[in-house]
């Protein structure tokens, strides 16, 4: 019994969701008649209250087609320094986007509406890049799935729209922040110009993200994505994978959140962890004790069968997901309480 926790994008596909997409109407997608992949789109646009919906094979795609089309060569995206578009796209947006980022310092990833305006350049002297986007990540993978609350999420979109600033969220896990929380989703397309959602982390399809924005806002995106060789033809197979994710692995998401408190309680008290983050949702982030060499403690997991990774420094990172189950949750408890390290 393998039990990754390195991951929530490490999820496969379950018989019903393969049997989903076996049974998929297609057609070809670069000439928008692949009905699959137009209902999932419709669906995830609904879902968020928003006009329209582009597939794309990745969410590192979405965001990066989102902030290329919404900023100009010397433009500045403004985010928080543990961002997933600043740390783990290969700094795409300097290539994509030609624009520069203005990294901000929030609470375990989360950006005050207070931290806005002081990060916002002079529009007039030359001197300074054009402040363009304002960016958020809901919840925030580095931070430790740290949610962002609808009121502050307002309040951003506020601050954003005072000063003109395109306003995007990376909601690559967004699902465990709404079924944390019990929030509306549909009231999230009022707030933001675009939102790039995963189906492949916690929700198990194993490809495939949507950008949602405003009719104009999908067909630039939808010529982008042409241009960056994202255009599929009978997607609706992969897209069908979507479909049943949203249809069915939302809910479920909570447990995966029970689960990593459950994991917390016994990090708490184990003595090699010098703390651990808050819990959130699903990702558990903790550091070890100095003397505790973290290549060391994954290996003592990876000898019996459990795998993490090493998040920097003394960090390790545990991600819970579809694919592990009561009985795993359990068994790592057990691990990790006996450990000797
Ligand atoms: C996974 C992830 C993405 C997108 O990653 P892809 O692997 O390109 O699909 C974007 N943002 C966050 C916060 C993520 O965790």
């Given amino acids: 019994m ?14 019903p969701m393969l049997e ?47 902030i290329a089309v919404q900023n100009r060569a010397g433009d500045e ?21 030609r624009a520069s980022v203005r990294l901000v310092e929030g609470e375990n990833g989360l950006i005050d509406p207070s931290q806005v ?16 986007m304002l960016a958020i990540e809901n919840t925030c993978n580095k931070g430790g799935g740290t ?54 982390k916690g929700l198990g399809a194993p490809i495939g993200s949507l950008l949602l924005g405003s009719k104009d806002l999908i067909v630039q995106a939808h010529r982008k994505r042409k241009m960056m060789g994202g255009g599929m033809r009978q997607a609706g197979y992969i897209a069908a994978a979507g479909l049943y994710a949203l249809e069915n692995n939302v809910e479920r998401l909570k447990e995966d959140h029970a689960r990593a408190r459950q994991i917390k309680d016994v990090l708490l008290k184990a003595h090699y962890v010098n703390e651990v983050k808050p819990v959130e949702t699903n990702i558990l982030i903790f550091s070890l ?29 545990f991600v819970l997901h ?19 390290i």
């Fill in 147 to 200: 949610i962002y609350k609808l009121d502050r999420i307002a309040a951003l979109s506020k601050v954003a729209k005072e000063h003109n600033l395109k306003f995007h969220l990376d909601g690559a896990r967004v699902f465990n922040a709404l079924v944390e929380t019990g929030e509306d989703a549909t009231q999230y397309g009022k707030y933001f110009d675009s939102i790039s959602i995963c189906l492949s």
């Fill in 322 to 340: 579809l694919d592990i189950t009561q009985a795993m949750t359990d068994k790592v408890c057990e691990v990790l309480s006996e450990l000797s």
């Fill in 77 to 97: 995206v403004i985010c928080d320094k543990l961002s997933h578009i600043y740390n783990y796209e290969g700094g795409g947006i300097a290539v994509n986007a």
């Fill in 20 to 66: 989903a997409m076996m049974n998929a109407e297609v057609g070809d997608d670069v000439f928008a008649e692949d009905p699959t992949v137009n209902a999932l789109q419709e669906k995830g646009a609904a879902m968020f209250g928003m006009e329209a919906a582009l597939f794309c094979p990745s969410g590192t795609m979405t965001n990066q087609i989102a």
């Fill in 289 to 317: 004790n100095d003397n505790v060499e973290p290549a060391k403690f994954i290996d003592a997991l990876d000898q019996q069968g459990i795998k993490a990774i090493n998040f920097g420094g003394q960090l390790v990172r």
């Fill in 117 to 132: 305006g002081i990060n916002i350049n002079p529009r007039l002297d030359a001197h300074y890049a054009m402040s363009n």
């Fill in 2 to 15: 393998l039990i990754d926790l390195r991951s929530d994008t490490f999820t496969k596909p379950t018989a």
